[in-house]
């Protein structure tokens, strides 16, 4: 647990070290306040029934964020060690390959959830300025936090993989990106093909992450998605794990 | 399996094959605690494969590698507890500063708080790195950087140290220090140092393993290698004396094998004679020369430097390593 904690510590010192931490989250603030600038707008001319954290999330922005910026998070996880030959001082330290996996993912997820933390100040403005109480209420937007993360762990652990395979980081950033946005139009095939056969619609639209999302951002949450996402991130770092492992038996 | 109680290092039949290409091929050998081993070859030999797998970084196509008696692959974390290693190139956290990365590395290899802290001064003072402490590594000269890995491979007191070219693209004056750093690590702890260049094993190591093409074609002591070549060794001189009458000179000495008289500058000839047995003859050629009248410019034995056994041991190789 302590080698777990001082990796951690030491992967989010990366983070915020780096330019490249500023850089992302600077470039998400900006996405955010745009996105938010532009449902104002939108708001000011016709009403619209939604909560506004639901509204948010019909807005593309929300996804461009999240596939552009965990590809981008992650690829330097593994691939930049391993090009730089850190990999090996750090895997001849007694540590653990679960260890390193879990801590470079966990670095990833707390600087994923710091990257959205802008987003806290345009939701006050809202609150501040509406005269209606019910428009935003701790519920919704503990629902669309549990959102973002769940998604964002998902993607991570997508790009940790990634990540692992490939000693280029731009080659990782693109295999994640490759990955996470084939997972996101997953959900938008069962919708293409609704008349075709019954379970492999159905199968689909479990993969669709667009409305899982609509239902955290209206403040529902349902265990089914819960465990799609807990489960699905879980296999990909299984999977990551894997691949970190494989040069013992390579 | 019978232990050796005494030895740090024991490799047996070690075999590490890539893709089509095969590192390393039936390698033994034991290395005793305490020794300070050189493992030099040329480029491609299979040294690096062969320090890798010691620290449990890569695995072994077959073949055992025992670390102070635990198996590198089914034990690798009491290894790995056991050893400091510097890879190759000596790959660091450019973005972080010295003490915090000796202090990050002295927790990742186990170290309470208290005593990484301890260690932690103790090695930069060891290493000289007391000065730029808190310098970003990144901005530190190569030299500072070499010294930086260095102190990583010791910052847990290891029972084994394992350096892949420590002092590779150090300036003369750094490659001293390390092998001053390196010498004075002797009997605390094992070392085990990977080189292409020769009179830096020469100097360091009490023990030479020469690697050539992933097997070991020589090992022994740098005194006992150079006995193995000794017998060859010439002796110069260089005479003012008319060429005729030293060769018929030298002809009539029994103990010269061989003799061979060039010209040089003005009257001086210079001539290479090749003792039998490797006897020293330069008493008797200063005892000739004084008799006779001759000036003498020039004596010397040409010792056979271990260049010469590195070079005939793992001929065919390139010229660049005979250079360095």
Redesign the interface.
């Known amino acids: 647990m302590?080698?777990f904690l001082?990796?951690t510590r030491?992967e989010l010192?990366?983070f915020f070290?780096?330019v490249s931490g500023y850089v992302i989250i600077a470039a998400v603030t900006l996405l955010i306040g745009w996105s938010f600038v532009v449902l104002m707008t939108n708001l000011g001319s016709d009403p619209s029934p939604m909560p506004v954290t639901e509204l948010f999330y019909r807005t593309y922005f929300f996804w461009l964020i999240v596939l552009l910026a965990t590809p981008i998070i992650t690829m330097r996880l593994f691939a930049l060690e391993k090009f730089?030959?850190?990999f090996?001082?750090?895997?001849?330290?007694?540590?653990?390959d679960l260890q390193v996996v879990a801590a470079k993912f966990t670095a990833a997820v707390i600087f994923y959830t710091v990257m959205w933390l802008p987003m806290l100040p345009c939701l006050f403005v809202v609150r501040h300025f509406t005269d209606q109480p019910g428009s935003l209420d701790p519920g919704t937007i503990g629902g669309m936090y549990l959102g973002v993360f769940l998604v964002g762990c998902l993607f991570l652990s997508l790009g940790c993989f990634a990540s692992a395979l490939s000693r280029s980081q731009m080659a990782a950033a693109m295999i994640s990106f490759v990955l996470g946005v084939s997972l996101f139009s997953l959900g938008f095939l069962a919708q293409a093909i609704t008349v075709a056969i019954q379970w492999k619609t159905r199968l689909l639209s479990y993969f669709g992450l667009f409305d899982q999302m609509n239902n955290f951002a209206r403040g529902v949450v349902d265990t089914r998605t819960l465990i799609f996402y807990i489960s699905l991130t879980l296999f990909f770092l299984f999977l990551t794990l894997r691949v970190v492992e494989s040069?013992?038996?390579? | 399996m019978a232990m050796n109680e005494n030895a740090m290092i024991e490799v047996k039949n070690l075999t590490k094959r890539y893709a089509g290409r095969t590192a390393v091929a039936g390698l033994s050998f034991t290395v005793a605690r305490g020794e300070i081993v050189g493992l030099l070859g040329p480029n491609g030999a299979g040294k690096s494969t062969t320090m890798?797998i010691l620290?449990?970084?890569?695995?072994a196509t077959s073949g055992t590698v025992r670390v102070a008696g635990f198996d590198v692959?089914y034990q690798s974390?009491e290894v790995?507890?056991r050893?400091g290693?510097?890879?190759?190139?000596n790959?660091?956290?450019?973005?972080?500063r010295v003490r915090e990365y000796l202090k990050?590395?002295a927790?990742?290899?186990?170290l309470g708080w208290r005593r990484s802290r301890e260690r932690v001064g103790t090695v930069m003072e060891q290493c000289g790195l007391t000065d730029v402490s808190r310098r970003i590594i990144g901005q530190l000269s190569k030299g500072y950087r070499q010294r930086v890995g260095m102190a990583?491979a010791l910052v847990h007191d290891p029972e084994l140290i394992i350096l892949d070219e420590p002092t590779i693209g150090l300036d003369p004056h750094q490659i001293r220090a390390v092998r001053q750093l390196i010498k004075s690590l002797a009997h605390a702890h094992t070392v085990l140092i990977s080189t292409h260049i020769l009179p830096e094993a020469e100097m360091m190591c009490n023990r030479m393993l020469i690697m050539y093409d992933g097997k070991i074609l020589a090992a022994d002591t740098p005194e006992n290698l150079q006995r193995l070549v000794a017998g060859k060794s010439q002796i110069i001189v260089e005479l003012a004396a008319p060429a005729t009458v030293l060769r018929e000179c030298w002809s009539q000495v029994p103990e010269i094998e061989h003799f061979d008289v060039s010209a040089s500058e003005g009257e001086f000839q210079r001539c290479a004679l090749t003792p039998r047995d490797g006897l020293d003859l330069r008493p008797m050629i200063f005892a000739l020369a004084l008799r006779n009248g001759w000036v003498l410019r020039e004596l010397t034995r040409n010792r056979h430097s271990l260049e010469d056994i590195y070079v005939q041991v793992t001929q065919p190789s390139e010229e660049e390593e005979e250079e360095s």
């Open positions: 302590r080698i001082t990796l030491r010192a990366a070290v780096s730089s030959g850190t090996e001082t750090l895997m001849t330290t007694p540590v653990s040069r013992r038996w390579k | 890798r620290a449990c970084y890569l695995p692959f974390d790995r507890r050893i290693y510097m890879p190759e190139n790959p660091l956290y450019t973005e972080m990050f590395r927790r990742l290899k186990g990583d």
